[in-house]
């Protein structure tokens, strides 16, 4: 959407590293990374996410779908004065499901799936002379994958 040479392409391409390194992440539970999968991200954003990646692994949970996901950048909303703090407006659609798998004694039991879609806003701070994703806030979720929700 914007030239990779320009902030806001700098900006984009994080917001969306910072989706696929999860992703990836998921991809390899219950043995993710969980420093991997949050290498663009700092602060809460990161401790939540690892956090809920290192219990997936300790429960031994996989995924399944995953290539349902998909991510758009919609638009940089704001910097701030200094341009070290931007908004990021987003939205994805994941279809996936986490499972925990069959074992000799037990059935595949799934614990969560998705099919939906979510507007989102994320917070991306300069440390340094990178940046990361510091906070998401979801702003709208709907069933599916409705057309024209995600821009």
Same mark, same amino acid.
């Given at each position: 959407?914007?030239?990779?040479e320009?902030?806001?392409?700098?900006?984009?391409?994080?917001?969306?590293?910072?989706?696929? +390194?999860?992703?990836?992440?998921? $991809?390899?539970?219950?043995?993710?990374?969980?420093?991997? *999968? /949050?290498?663009? &991200?700092?602060? =809460?954003?990161?401790?939540n996410?690892?956090?809920?990646?290192?219990?997936w692994?300790?429960?031994?949970?996989?995924?399944?779908?995953?290539?349902?996901?998909?991510?758009?950048v919609?638009?940089?909303?704001?910097?701030?004065?200094?341009?070290?703090? +931007?908004?990021?407006?987003?939205? $994805?659609?994941?279809g996936?499901?986490?499972?925990?798998? *069959? /074992?000799?004694? &037990?059935?595949? =039991?799934?614990?969560?799936?998705?099919?939906?879609s979510?507007?989102?806003?994320?917070?991306l701070?300069?440390i340094?002379?990178?940046?990361?994703?510091?906070?998401?806030?979801?702003v709208?979720?709907?069933?599916?994958?409705?057309?024209?929700f995600?821009?």
């Amino acid at each position: 959407m914007f030239d990779p040479e320009t902030i806001e392409g700098e900006i984009e391409q994080v917001a969306l590293a910072n989706y696929l +390194a999860f992703a990836e992440c998921l $991809s390899e539970l219950p043995a993710c990374d969980s420093e991997k *999968a /949050t290498r663009f &991200a700092a602060l =809460e954003n990161k401790a939540n996410n690892i956090e809920l990646i290192e219990g997936w692994n300790s429960e031994g949970i996989e995924i399944r779908d995953i290539d349902t996901w998909v991510l758009a950048v919609e638009s940089i909303v704001e910097f701030s004065d200094d341009r070290l703090e +931007a908004v990021v407006a987003t939205c $994805s659609y994941d279809g996936s499901a986490l499972v925990k798998p *069959a /074992t000799d004694t &037990a059935p595949e =039991e799934i614990i969560g799936t998705s099919d939906v879609s979510t507007k989102s806003k994320l917070l991306l701070l300069k440390i340094g002379e990178a940046w990361f994703v510091v906070a998401r806030e979801r702003v709208e979720t709907v069933p599916g994958q409705p057309d024209g929700f995600c821009q």
